[in-house]
Antibody, heavy 119, light 111 residues
C-alpha cells in the first residue's frame, strides 16, 4: 500500500518561499500511471487543488496561484516537492500531498503538514 | 468561492439515509464521469470513498453510494451511523485550466 509523507518547515515568513517535500513509499513514483499532487486546506475551510506532476516532469497548476507554485520530482529519492513563492498569511494552511490514480483525483493522501506564514 | 457547490450542512438520525449534492457545470461534473467523494474527520486527511461517480474503493462500506444527473453529482449514505459524522467533499476534473476542482464541503451531523 502506497504511503505519502510530507515534510518541511512549519513556519515561513511573509514574502519568503514555502518549501515542502513528499516522500513516497510502497509504490514507484516513476510509474507512468500516476500523477502526484499538492492540495491545501486553510483552517476551517475547504480543499484547494494546487497542482500536480507526472513522472516525466510534466506539470499542471491552479491558475489562482498566479504562477507562484512550482512542483518538481526527484525519482531517485522517491520524492516530489512544492515551492510556493511570495507567501502571505493567506497561504497558511495544512498542505497535503496525494497520488492521483488513473483519472481518480487524490486516491491516496499524506497525513498533511501545517504551514503557518507569520513574521 | 469553490468551483463546485455543496450544501454547507446536512443532518440525519441513525439508520436514516441522507444525500449530499455537488453541483457544477458542463465543463466539470456534467462533462466527465470523474467525480470523486472524500470523507474527512477532524484533524485527519481526507479519505477517498467514491470515485468515477459511483465506484467504491476496496474497504469502503456499501452504505456509501454515488450517482450523477446532468451537472449534479450526489453522495448517498444509507443506514446512518454515528461514525459517519464528518465533512464530505466532492471533486471533479474540469476542462478549464484549473484541471481539478473541489466542492466547498458539507458537514454531516448525525443527530
Amino acid at each position: 500500500q502506497v504511503q505519502l509523507q510530507e515534510s518541511g518547515p512549519g513556519l515561513v515568513k511573509p514574502s519568503q518561499t514555502l518549501s515542502l517535500t513528499c516522500t513516497v513509499s510502497g509504490g514507484s513514483i516513476s510509474s507512468g500511471i500516476y500523477y502526484w499532487s499538492w492540495i491545501r486546506q486553510p483552517a476551517g475551510k475547504g480543499l484547494e487543488w494546487i497542482g500536480r506532476i507526472y513522472a516525466t516532469g510534466s506539470t499542471n497548476y491552479n491558475p489562482s496561484l498566479k504562477s507562484r507554485a512550482t512542483i518538481s520530482v526527484d525519482t531517485s529519492k522517491s520524492q516530489f516537492s512544492l515551492r510556493l513563492s511570495s507567501v502571505t498569511a493567506a497561504d497558511t494552511a495544512v498542505y497535503y500531498c496525494a497520488r492521483d490514480s488513473q483519472l481518480v483525483v487524490a486516491a491516496n493522501w499524506g497525513q498533511g503538514s501545517l504551514v503557518t506564514v507569520s513574521s | 468561492q469553490s468551483a463546485l457547490t455543496q450544501p454547507a450542512s446536512v443532518s440525519g438520525s441513525p439508520g436514516q439515509s441522507i444525500t449530499i449534492s455537488c453541483t457544477g457545470t458542463s465543463s466539470d461534473v456534467g462533462g466527465y464521469n470523474y467525480v470523486s467523494w472524500y470523507q474527512q474527520h477532524p484533524g485527519k486527511a481526507p479519505k477517498l470513498i467514491i470515485y468515477e461517480v459511483s465506484n467504491r474503493p476496496s474497504g469502503v462500506s456499501s452504505r456509501f453510494s454515488g450517482s450523477k444527473s446532468g451537472n449534479t453529482a450526489s453522495l448517498t449514505i444509507s443506514g446512518l451511523r454515528a461514525e459517519d459524522e464528518s465533512d464530505y467533499y466532492c471533486s471533479s476534473y474540469t476542462s478549464s485550466s484549473t484541471v481539478v476542482v473541489f466542492g466547498g464541503g458539507t458537514k454531516l451531523t448525525v443527530l
